[in-house]
């Protein structure tokens, strides 16, 4: 008798709610064995037990990706082996940057930059000797926001941060492009979930569901996206975008000063 094919392994940070919530779910409904992550324990053992009555294997695994240790037992699990890497987890820290409490902005920069390079590095250096698997990262529309208007901003280091993971996704994807690997960066817009109530902010008159969010997601996983933007109707303006990126790149790398940055004459 032949032995089932093992179900694939996805692992999701911020599991307990919103986005990550909605990417273990409907990752279990395609199939996928889970090992979910978040700092509230009940949350994901109630995840894990609805889960599992539908025979899908579930690993909690409760660790808060701002603490060391936390971020290495979830590095450690993911160097053991999963076929898909969801970085999900995030918190908002939206106010004034000249009142952000420096603890806060480290903890934004511990969970959007330090926990997404040190996982993303463990899931790539465990897939690539397979020559397969997939890690996607949650960025957000505010990636894109430094030139435009919307007035009091309050929330510089957070957009900083997602910009940081769009620009490094990118790259990584560029780099195992032709390894077998496939890497994402998903930019949602507003999304209904508890995010703006834990962050003390009314929620947007207009928002997306989690649900939608990772159904574009996948489907762009499986076209071969590496920047999708949930909401985006004309793809071309990703594009156009890469097309501004580049052409910075050429016009802005050239020995000579432009010409007004030259010290007057006489």
């Known amino acids: 008798m032949a032995t089932p094919a093992a179900r694939p392994v996805a692992l999701v940070t911020g599991a307990s709610s919103g986005v990550g919530h909605a990417y273990a779910r409907q990752l279990a409904e395609g199939g996928w064995d889970l090992v979910p992550v978040a700092r509230r324990a009940p949350r994901l053992a109630a995840l894990a037990a609805s889960l599992g009555s539908d025979g ?20 450690e699990r993911v160097g053991r082996g999963v076929d898909l890497l969801v970085n999900c987890a995030g918190f908002a820290g939206y106010m004034p940057f000249v009142e952000l409490p420096p603890e806060v902005a480290s903890s934004l920069i511990d969970i959007h930059v330090r926990a997404v390079t040190r996982l993303t590095g463990a899931a790539v250096r465990a897939m690539l000797p397979r020559r397969r698997g997939a890690v996607i990262n949650v960025a957000s529309l505010l990636a894109f926001s430094e030139s435009a208007v919307l007035g009091r901003f309050n929330r510089a280091t957070y957009a900083a941060c997602k910009a940081f993971i769009v620009t490094f996704t990118q790259l990584v994807a560029q780099e195992v492009r032709d390894q077998g690997l496939r890497v994402q960066v998903c930019c949602p817009g507003a999304v209904v979930s508890e995010f703006h109530d834990v962050a003390g902010v009314p929620r ?63």
Do not use: F, K
């Open 56 to 75: 899908i294997s579930v690993e909690p695994l409760v660790a808060d990706l701002t603490d060391p240790a936390g971020l290495a037992a979830v590095e």
């Open 204 to 266: 947007p008159p207009a928002a997306m569901s989690p649900e939608e969010v990772v159904s574009a997601s996948l489907r762009a996983l499986d076209a071969g996206e590496v920047v999708c933007v949930p909401g985006l109707e004309d793809p071309t303006v990703v594009e156009r975008y890469h097309d501004a990126q580049r052409e910075m790149l050429r016009q802005g790398n050239r020995p000579e000063l432009a010409e007004r940055y030259r010290a007057a004459a006489g």
